[in-house]
């Protein structure tokens, strides 16, 4: 079975401060992929991001980077100098090849409060 | 601004009322989705339909009953709910259910009350 740890509730730090959000997965299928969404007040579902099994590559989008690191199964997620408008719920989520699509597994989701 | 539009955003209805929550996308994508999401949870699947066919339903109550009239449009068809029903239900397409690479692109949803 797969499972998505998101074990950080709530993290509230001030503008322009640096944040990382946790992702820790289970999963017994060798190829899968994991997935960061974004969730502002207004409810929809921003994808972020999306990392493959076999490419354990750091990526780095501007202010937003992702350490994927297999052997500790954890996908972190940092936001460098972070801004109001980062304010969010944010997911992670893991899907395995035999499933598909469909079988996207959310976390919990981290709800991260950027105070002016 | 999303590429997946769902109208209304907002629905109070009593537990005998009759609605319809729709989903829209042109994006080209063979696989839809509802999800159900309920205050500090994560999203719920409910339903996925690919090539226009139900492919799985998630044990989901008979008084929930999706409908995809065409490959761009998505419907939910409420009847008879219950105040527990009462959620933000999201739309999401995909370029294909088999494709485990393709990134669910979701809707703003729809906050739905029931009174």
């Known amino acids: 079975a797969q499972k998505v740890t998101q074990a950080q509730t709530e993290i509230s730090v001030v503008e322009k401060e640096d944040v990382t959000l946790d992702c820790v997965y289970e999963?017994?299928?060798?190829?899968?992929?994991l997935f960061w969404y974004k969730q502002p007040p207004s409810g929809e579902l921003v994808f972020l991001i999306r990392?493959?099994?076999?490419?354990?590559q750091n990526e780095i989008s501007g202010r937003y980077s992702w350490n994927f690191q297999k052997s500790t199964s954890s996908f972190n997620f940092t936001i460098t100098a972070s801004q109001v408008v980062d304010s969010a719920v944010y997911f992670c989520?893991?899907?395995?090849?035999?499933?598909?699509?469909?079988?996207?597994?959310f976390g919990k989701g981290t709800h991260l409060i950027i105070q002016p | 601004d999303t590429e997946v539009t769902q109208t209304p955003k907002h629905l109070v209805m009593g537990m005998t009322n009759k609605k319809s929550l729709k989903c829209e996308q042109h994006?080209?994508?063979?696989?839809m989705y509802w999800y159900k999401q309920k205050a500090k949870k994560p999203p719920e699947l409910m339903f996925v339909?690919?090539?226009?066919?139900?492919?799985i339903n998630e044990s989901v109550p008979s008084r929930f009953s999706p409908e995809c009239p065409n490959s761009s449009l998505l419907n939910l068809h409420l009847h008879a709910l219950q105040p527990e029903d009462s959620a933000l239900y999201l739309c999401?397409?995909?370029?294909?259910?088999?494709?485990?690479?393709?990134?669910?692109?979701f809707g703003n949803g729809t906050r739905l009350t029931v009174t």
């Open positions: 999401a397409s995909s370029q294909a259910r088999e494709d485990v690479n393709s990134p669910l692109h």
């Open positions: 999963t017994r299928d060798t190829t899968y992929y």
């Open positions: 990392r493959n099994s076999f490419d354990e």
């Open positions: 989520a893991l899907s395995e090849a035999p499933r598909g699509a469909d079988g996207l597994t």
């Open positions: 994006m080209g994508h063979r696989a």
């Open positions: 339909y690919s090539y226009e066919k139900l492919s």
